[in-house]
């Protein structure tokens, strides 16, 4: 299955669970594939990659800046090694694994995201503006 | 003495006039190296803004821009730009009728009988364009009755460009250079015979994969070091120094000191930090030049173009950084963006000048994600103030007191950012440190002192 479908489903059962969450949001020249706000209030954000998870990190780190919590999102087939888990944990970026078939999905949430500590205040505000529009 | 072309700024549009002229003229550069293009294209635009600059220049005359693949010279119309167009015009054959025809130029479209006449052509643009549009036919009458009024503080002594530049292919292969070096010739005869009065320089833009092999390094050096030129300007099509290995690095470095030995000046014409160490060099750079916040590092194609956005200058890297990472280093490093260098302690690590007062403008974007205009010449200014204060620090600091710097920046900020991003700081340590036979410009340590610059 391909990222873009992954990343379809996944929005579409986000958007039907929580109501606000939004695709393709443009922030500090990227881009997140999904943001929404969950049962807490929380901003969390959430990058699709089928393998290149370092990039996905990355991306992840950079949202951080004005989300609550942030995650990597990929399949549920793909093997978690401790060179995976170890990044994720440095940076307090989340862990969600899909399965998508048979026009249905499953999303475990594998490590769950640390709470971040800090905003960029004027970027938070924007994206925040977007969602709640 | 320092070298006229020590600190140079590149013009290529106009919208950048902002920038060269008002606050920005005095005392921030040298020279200005202007696109042949805009020259061509826009020529009583740009001799009015010469007239009022005052400062000496240059022309590129951009010959390589005809070799490369006509997809990269057209605009989003699908034709080829209008200032290529007006520039091949000025040059004539063989150049003119290939773009017509749409068509590249390459090394086999010269010969010994249309390269005397295509020399000429580009020499006279450079020399005579300017100063005929200033001095005669109509618009010359409007510049007569402005340079009356001295508010205009327009002036005609700066109408020429101080040296000119033989035409130049972009080297990919050997028969490149030969063309080259029968521009050399040719237009070393003809300034003498016509009495043009000006000094002949040669422009080297070399493609990444000619300069990553040593025969092709050798074949160019052999040549360009015996020419009778004195000054040369060096492009690598775009080479990142803050992303290149410690060996190409090195390959620049060794490559400039064989090219400087013969008492040649060689100039970076697209050149950031480690260009402006390599000057402390015993045979570097006499000079580097940039352009305005987006050319440090470029590419040949497209030809002209590219949109610049809105990146930090990020002083103790030496760098410009995504606004992600300079937000995330600023908030690891519990720097206040409210305040911003009101800020005491960020001042005294990052930056103290008056445009860092107002950081949030620098991070302004519009609904789609992209900067705004105020974000761009926000941090353009910032930019173009640290450039200032880089040029004149290393002018006058010691080389094992610049390379101290570099090491102290990476310890500073090492654990609040990611290692790929400081990396580089170690790489052009590293490579300046290397050689025996380094000798640095004798020059005095100066005690640091940041200076707020007023508005």
Known sequence: MSEQKIQKSLFLYLKRKYKRAKEEVPALNRRADIVYINEKKELVTIEVKLKNWKQAIRQAVDHQLYADRAYICMPQNIKTNKRLTDELSKHGVGLLLVNVSNKRIYVKTEIEAERTKYYWKQTRVRVENLIYA | ?455
């Open chain 2, 1 to 455: 003495m320092p070298d006229s072309f020590y600190h140079s700024a590149r013009f290529t549009n106009h919208t950048e006039k902002l920038f060269f002229l008002g606050k920005f003229k005095n005392g921030y550069y040298d020279a200005v190296i202007m696109n042949g293009s805009i020259v061509a294209h826009s020529s009583k635009a740009t001799s009015t803004f010469i007239l009022k600059l005052k400062k000496h220049f240059i022309i590129d005359p951009m010959t390589h821009a005809f070799q490369h693949d006509i997809k990269y010279l057209k605009n989003d119309s699908g034709k080829v730009k209008q200032s290529l167009v007006s520039l091949s015009n000025a040059y004539g054959d063989p150049v003119k009728s290939l773009i017509e025809e749409e068509e590249s130029v390459d090394a086999t479209s010269f010969n010994k009988q249309n390269t005397k006449d295509f020399v000429e052509k580009v020499l006279r643009f450079q020399l005579e364009l300017l100063p005929q549009i200033v001095n005669t036919g109509p618009f010359s009458d409007y510049i007569n009755y402005a340079l009356k009024d001295k508010r205009n503080d327009l002036s005609r002594d700066h109408i020429k460009p101080s040296l000119l530049i033989a035409p130049y292919l972009y080297i990919e292969n050997v028969k490149d250079i030969d063309v080259n070096e029968n521009f050399i010739s040719s237009s070393e005869e003809l300034i003498e015979q016509e009495s043009f009065g000006k000094e002949l320089a040669t422009q080297l833009v070399i493609s990444a994969e000619a300069f990553q092999s040593k025969d092709m390094r050798d074949k160019i050096l052999a040549i360009y070091k015996e020419t009778t030129t004195s000054r040369v300007f060096l492009w690598i099509d775009g080479f990142k120094e803050e992303e290149v290995s410690v060996d190409e690095l090195e390959d620049l470095k060794s490559f400039v000191e064989s090219l400087s030995t013969n008492g040649k000046k060689v100039v970076s014409l697209y050149g950031g930090y480690f260009s402006l160490l390599l000057t402390k060099a015993r045979h570097g750079f006499v000079g580097v030049c940039h352009g305005m916040e987006h050319g440090e590092s470029r590419s040949v194609v497209p030809v002209g173009g590219g949109v610049s956005r809105a990146m930090y200058y990020f002083p103790p890297f030496h760098k410009r950084l995504r606004r992600a990472d300079t937000a995330r280093i600023f908030k690891r490093n519990q720097f206040d963006e409210e305040k911003g260098s009101q800020d005491p302690n960020f001042a005294k690590k990052v930056c103290s000048c008056d445009y860092c007062k107002d950081i949030p403008t620098m991070f302004e974007e519009t609904k789609k994600g992209y900067s705004t205009g105020n974000a761009k010449r926000q941090t353009l200014g910032h930019y173009l103030e640290n450039k200032k204060q880089e040029y004149d620090y290393v002018k006058r600091s010691s080389l094992p007191k610049l390379l101290k710097l570099l090491n102290d920046a990476h310890q500073e900020f090492k654990e609040t950012t990611f290692p790929e991003d400081i990396a580089h700081l170690q790489r052009w340590k590293n490579v300046m440190e290397e050689k025996k036979n380094l000798l640095e410009v004798k020059s005095k340590d100066t005690k640091v002192e940041i200076k707020k610059v007023v508005l």
